[in-house]
């Protein structure tokens, strides 16, 4: 079994989506039945919010129950400054909570104060935190991940590097004092749409190489981020560069790449 740890489905119509542009070629309803033909060797998945509203997580639960088994995981949204809500929202299929850091304006928004006792109860709920977040929030994450060592924390997209720019630092050096920690793992995805448009091979291969070398395959997962892959060359030129990107790991680290560490972290 291998496992897309990270995607999306949406419908324009919910009205919920503010990052998504009505210019942009992804702005159009997107379902499972889209996502089928590109899975080829994937028979597992977890479906990953997309907007801020409890309405998306409710959304992406009515999803996974008519997937027929497809969807194994919803990674949800929840406001965090109102920890009861938690309860409200507990699902067997609600594996962990997403909140959109990238958008905030403040990078160190997830150490407020009124934000702790959401993440304790989350921690008690074995629920997983999906960190999205860009390079200046690296070192606000990794004082929450330290002050939270019960909580699994999964750093989305590699910390979105920047790929395009060429640029290893600051990313480098805080994504390793983030692996440092234990209770922090990494997904492989959302890569390709931080790089040039034209991009190779190539210019993932350090970044990638980083990873693996400071979380090392146990620690990692891989995911597609679809459909916003299909800005950066769709589903399939992804998964071919991954595998590419893998050939130097034994058979055994590359599974536990493809499915191990996604079937231990959101399998619980």
Known sequence: MHI?????VWRVDRGDYGWLRPESPICRDFGLADMRPHLGDITATVLVQAAPTEAETLFMLE???GSGGLVRGVVGWADLTQPDRLAVLSHPMLKGLR??????????????????????????RGLVFDALVRPPHLPFLRRMAARHPKLRIVLDHGGKPEIAMRRMEPWAEEVAALAALPNVVCKLSGLVTEAAPDWQVEDLRPYVAHMLRVFGPQRLMWGSDWPVVDLAGGYRHWRNA???????????????????????VYGR
Request: glycine share 4%.
């Open 4 to 8: 897309d740890s990270h995607h999306h």
């Open 63 to 65: 999803t996974a129950a």
């Open 99 to 124: 909140p959109m850091l990238h958008d905030l304006p403040e990078p160190d928004w997830i150490l407020r104060p009124e934000v702790q006792p959401a993440l304790e109860e989350m921690a008690a």
């Open 242 to 264: 991954t595998l590419a990107l893998l050939t130097g790991l034994s058979a055994a680290e590359r599974e536990r790449v493809l499915s191990g560490t996604a079937a231990e």
